[in-house]
């Protein structure tokens, strides 16, 4: 079992930036990539972006080059720097943990809501 427990949302002006922070603990030598999700109301949770190991990412297209996605491995976490923040990146974020023995585990969520 992996348990992930993120921190940092909250409100934001369009324009702004907030950093997100999730921490893993449990079974964590299980674990290959991390990443983060978001789900707006009414909507299906969707990748936002992921690391590997190695340090390789990805990202959703709506986030490059504003979002940024991080990883320490000798304190079993990830983060995610999002910067120039649109009121259409309101949504639940959710932080992700996938095993080599092909499962996800989820976070509680954290609500980021931007907005003037």
């Known amino acids: 079992q992996v348990q992930l427990v993120e921190s940092g949302g909250g409100p934001v002006q369009p324009g702004g930036s907030l950093g997100l922070s999730c921490a893993a603990s449990?079974?964590?030598?299980?674990?290959?990539?991390m990443g983060w999700y978001r789900q707006a109301p009414g909507k299906q949770r969707d990748m936002v972006a992921i690391i590997t190991n190695g340090g390789y990412t990805d990202y959703a297209d709506s986030v490059k080059g504003r979002f940024t996605i991080s990883r320490d491995n000798t304190k079993n976490a990830v983060f995610l720097q999002m910067n120039s923040l649109k009121p259409e990146d309101t949504a639940v974020y959710y932080c992700s943990a996938h095993t080599r023995g092909l499962k996800t585990y989820w976070g509680q969520g954290t609500q980021v809501t931007v907005s003037s």
């Open positions: 449990g079974s964590i030598f299980s674990i290959n990539n």
